[in-house]
């Protein structure tokens, strides 16, 4: 089976992890794990992020025409586990964020952030292709978590 041969290979493509943040029609805050981030041009600062058509955050951040990516720390495992969940009723729930340029949450803990404004979409397959425009970005120093084999790992590394 193709599907279970490209699954295996990703499996064993290490990643960091983020939470993408956007805003709810009513200005409140969603978010939801993703790895399947990319930066993809310098000049301008573009990124780009995959998100399922089946995800509740994906109308949002078309709607709202902007979305935040969150660069997780190694210590912040937690929550990514809760943004990845379904069930959890409010992920947000005890955790410290603020706003930049968009007003999309920026995880206050988080290793980098990039506030963007949603420049194109592309649809491919089940997910679409959000691209964006970095309006503002920040980071500290830390360690990273990351994710292989389906599941989170310290790499044992930090900058
Ligand atoms: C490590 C990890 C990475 C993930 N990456 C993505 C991703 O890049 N795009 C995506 O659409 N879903 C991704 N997911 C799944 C979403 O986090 C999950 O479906 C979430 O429940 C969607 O939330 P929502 O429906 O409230 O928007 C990932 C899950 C995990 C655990």
Redo the contacts with the bound molecule.
């Keep these: 089976m193709i599907s279970e041969d490209f699954r295996a290979v990703m499996r064993r493509f290490p990643?960091g992890?983020t939470i993408?943040t956007t805003l709810d029609e009513n200005g409140g805050p969603?978010?939801?794990?993703?790895?399947?981030?990319a930066s993809v041009s310098l000049t301008p600062p573009m990124v780009l992020?995959?998100?399922?058509r089946?995800?509740?955050?994906?109308p949002l951040i078309a709607s709202a025409g902007k979305f935040c990516v969150n660069v997780l720390a190694l210590e912040q495992e937690k929550w990514?586990?809760r943004?990845?969940?379904?069930s959890t009723r409010d992920p947000f729930e005890g955790l410290k964020y603020h706003a930049d340029r968009t007003g999309a949450p920026v995880i206050d803990e988080a290793l980098g952030y990039l506030d963007c404004e949603l420049a194109e979409e592309h649809t491919a397959g089940t997910?679409t292709i959000f691209l964006g425009n970095v309006v503002a970005c920040g980071s500290r120093d830390g360690a990273p978590l990351g994710?292989f084999n389906a599941g989170?790992h310290d790499f044992g590394c930090r900058i």
Excluded: I, P, W
Aim: glycine share 4%.
């Design positions: 990643t992890v993408v969603k978010g939801f794990t993703a790895n399947a981030f992020v995959c998100v399922n089946a995800a509740r955050s994906h990514a586990v943004f990845a969940s379904r997910h994710y989170y």
